[in-house]
């Protein structure tokens, strides 16, 4: 059991490097108009990584952020300050103004609208033609005939289907279909922002399964966005939870869930259906939550009458074993004996993700 410490230098175990890393990531936007000085500090200088073959979820509410993290990864925004680090190497540095073709072949983004992100014009064949060719994978005819049929297998389509426009496909289809697409390059890592969000429920454990099969068979490393923490908690083997641009807690999915350590994460698994608290569910609790943390400036949770997040940033405190590697960013934090607990009792994904 750690005890509540002031220092950063946490114990952690030594780890393989990761596949990809941020650090201290700042993302501004500008707003009120072309001659405005305003903005919005959509990522606070954000840290954080993502080993080999590992899935980490990033859960936040709507406008934590999630989304602006993941299109900076992706070279889609261009981060104010910081560093992504690919295989160590510091992408900024290396491309300054725009991604090289070979860091999109590598982090490859799947997108929360699968009806928005296919063209409806084309066949799905040329899709994934097209990916192919543009990253010099598409080889001799026979060979592109073969490899789009094996990326049909892989997501769990058939070879027919190739001849179809994006229309006279299910929504899990043509999500399918934008895996397969970003599976094309063969990526390092896929940046996954919520991808079952649009889909019927029904469907979604389906792409949940086939994310975890990429990983498993593929190795390929994965941040996983929802704001859906059942989700995260039966894919992902790590959470980071994002709340107004700044992650303020990370864990190994299980741990943090059954023993969340900032107010806002249990405001999070207080929002979880949970079967077992079905009928004693108490509305107040949750108020009282959302009202402490809403206001991060001025966090009275537990009643911090010095407001010290308002004059300092909490650092990082390690929670429990550092095995776990779950730490929280916090100055109420006190160690779990003396905090209340908020656990998950039981696995609610059979009422929120599958039908
Ligand atoms: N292009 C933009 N211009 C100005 N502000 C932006 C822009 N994109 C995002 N923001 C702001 O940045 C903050 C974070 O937004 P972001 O979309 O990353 O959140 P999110 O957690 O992904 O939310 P959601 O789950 O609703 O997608 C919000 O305050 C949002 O209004």
Redesign the pocket.
């Known amino acids: 059991m750690s005890k509540h410490s002031d220092s950063q230098d946490l114990a952690a175990p030594v780890l393989e490097a990761p596949a990809l890393e941020v650090r201290g990531l700042v ?1 501004d ?3 009120g108009g072309l001659f405005s000085q305003s903005k ?4 606070g200088g954000v840290d954080l990584s993502i080993g080999r073959g590992e899935i980490v979820a990033l859960v ?12 900076c990864i992706a070279r889609l ?1 261009r981060p104010t300050a910081g560093q992504i680090l690919l295989d160590g190497t510091d992408v900024l540095k290396r491309d300054r103004f725009q991604a090289s073709r070979e860091y999109r072949a590598q982090v490859q983004m799947v997108f ?1 609208d699968p009806f928005g992100s296919l063209n409806p014009v084309h066949r799905i064949e040329h899709f994934l033609t097209r990916s192919l060719t543009l990253h010099g994978k598409a080889g001799t005819p026979d060979q592109l005939r073969t490899r789009l049929d094996e990326l049909m297998t892989t997501v769990g389509l058939t070879p027919d289907m190739l001849n179809s426009y994006p229309h006279e496909l299910s929504g899990g289809q043509r999500q399918r279909v934008a895996i397969a697409r970003a599976l094309a390059v063969e990526p390092e890592v896929i940046l996954a ?2 991808p079952t969000s649009m889909l019927d429920v029904s469907v979604r454990i389906g792409i949940l399964n086939l994310l975890r099969a990429l990983r498993d068979g593929k190795g390929i490393s994965m941040l996983y ?1 929802t ?1 859906d923490l059942a989700s995260a908690r039966y894919l992902a083997d790590r959470i980071a939870v ?1 709340f107004a ?1 700044e992650l303020v807690e990370e864990g190994e999915s299980l741990d943090l869930l059954a023993n969340p350590a900032h107010p806002y994460t249990r405001l999070l698994v207080s929002a979880v259906p949970d079967p077992a608290r079905t009928g004693s569910y108490d509305p107040s609790e949750r108020a009282e939550l959302r009202a402490a943390v809403m206001e991060p400036a001025s966090c009275d949770y537990d009643g911090d009458p010095q407001q010290r997040c308002s004059s300092a940033e909490p650092v990082r405190h390690q929670v429990g074993d550092p095995a776990d590697r779950h730490w929280v960013r916090c100055h109420l934090y006190r160690p779990p004996a003396a905090a209340s607990s908020h656990a998950l009792a039981t696995d609610p994904l059979e009422e929120v993700v599958s039908a």
């Not at 919005?40 to 990522?43: C, F, K, M, W, Y």
């Not at 936040?60 to 299109?71: F, I, N, P, Q």
């Open positions: 993302k936007f500008h707003s919005v500090r959509a990522l936040g509410e709507s406008g934590s952020g999630k989304s602006t993290l993941a299109r925004e929360q922002d919520e966005i704001h994002m641009g």
